[in-house]
């Protein structure tokens, strides 16, 4: 299904990210695929999975300093000489933040989620554009809380919901060039982000128990969504946030 295609995937810290299960989802189809990491904590970790993969390139990117940006994007110019999907898993909050009342949310706090949760979406899109010669398709991770009330979630639920909105924006603009721009909004995963939540394992059992399919969703539930919206068979879908949360955000009471 993606047989040729050339993929770049940002936020791989581990096996059990949400960017891995879309990798290893993709890489299944026959795609290409660079990794970004943030930090050199991360590096060996990143090496080691995507070596696990064909013809892969793995450049170091921390979405707060620009020039770590551009090198990464020339780093797949000069590898692939282009780009036809590009899936983004990124999000940061101070933990503070992430507990207590969303009122309590400092100046520092609330920017440092909304750049590196959200505008990150817009600064790798235009970045990507260029490289998207015969058009292509970019992929974020969102969450509920940017719809409803979660608690602890906070300003990550702002952020996530600058995101969504960001994701319309980026469809109406790119549009023209055939780049498609959609959402991923995630159940509830025990990741090392979450893990880092208070009550994580609390959410995830009402969760569990509220959902239709009454269970959680799993990584590689949302990797082959993903899978899905970078390929042609998603092609007239663009500006969507589509839910992968085994129903939980259809209940009511
Ligand atoms: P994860 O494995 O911890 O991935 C988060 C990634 O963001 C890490 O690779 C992290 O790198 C990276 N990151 C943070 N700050 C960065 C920066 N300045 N520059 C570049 N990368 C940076 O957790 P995950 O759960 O898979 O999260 C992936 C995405 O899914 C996030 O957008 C998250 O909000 C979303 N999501 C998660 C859930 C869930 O329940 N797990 C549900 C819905 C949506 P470091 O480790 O170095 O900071
Ligand atoms: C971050 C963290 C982004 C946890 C995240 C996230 N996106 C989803 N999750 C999982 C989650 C977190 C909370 C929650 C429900 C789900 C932690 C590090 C910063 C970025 O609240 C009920 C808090």
């Known amino acids: 299904m993606l047989k040729d295609k050339i993929g770049m995937i940002f936020g791989v810290a581990n096996k059990r990210s949400i960017a891995w299960a879309c990798a290893a989802a993709c890489a299944e189809h026959g795609a290409k695929q660079a990794f970004t990491y943030q930090g050199e904590r991360l590096k060996e970790n990143v090496e080691k999975l995507a070596g696990e993969l064909p013809d892969s390139l793995v450049v170091p990117c921390d979405v707060t300093n620009q020039a770590d940006v551009d090198a990464a994007f020339d780093a797949v110019k000069e590898r692939y000489g282009r780009l036809d999907y590009l899936i983004h898993s990124i999000a940061f909050a101070p933990k503070e933040?992430?507990?207590?009342?969303?009122?309590?949310?400092?100046?520092?706090?609330?920017?440092?989620?909304?750049?590196?949760?959200?505008?990150?979406?817009?600064?790798?899109s235009l970045a990507a554009a260029p490289l998207m010669t015969e058009g292509g398709s970019i992929v974020t991770m969102t969450y509920y809380g940017a719809e409803k009330v979660v608690s602890n979630y906070n300003v990550m639920g702002v952020a996530k919901a600058a995101l969504e909105a960001s994701t319309r924006y980026l469809a109406a603009d790119l549009g023209k060039q055939n780049i498609r721009v959609n959402a991923i909004s995630a159940g509830p995963i025990n990741t090392l982000s979450a893990r880092g939540v208070k009550n994580m394992g609390t959410l995830l059992g009402y969760v569990g128990e509220k959902s239709p399919l009454?269970?959680?969703?799993?990584?590689?539930?949302?990797?082959?969504?993903?899978l899905f919206l970078v390929s042609d068979l998603a092609s007239g879908i663009t500006g969507e946030n589509i839910h992968v949360d085994c129903g939980y955000n259809i209940m009511g009471i």
């Open 214 to 226: 009454k269970r959680n969703v799993t990584a590689s539930e949302v990797g082959n969504t993903a």
């Open 97 to 124: 933040a992430l507990e207590g009342e969303f009122v309590t949310t400092t100046r520092e706090a609330f920017r440092t989620a909304l750049e590196i949760s959200a505008f990150s979406l817009t600064q790798v």
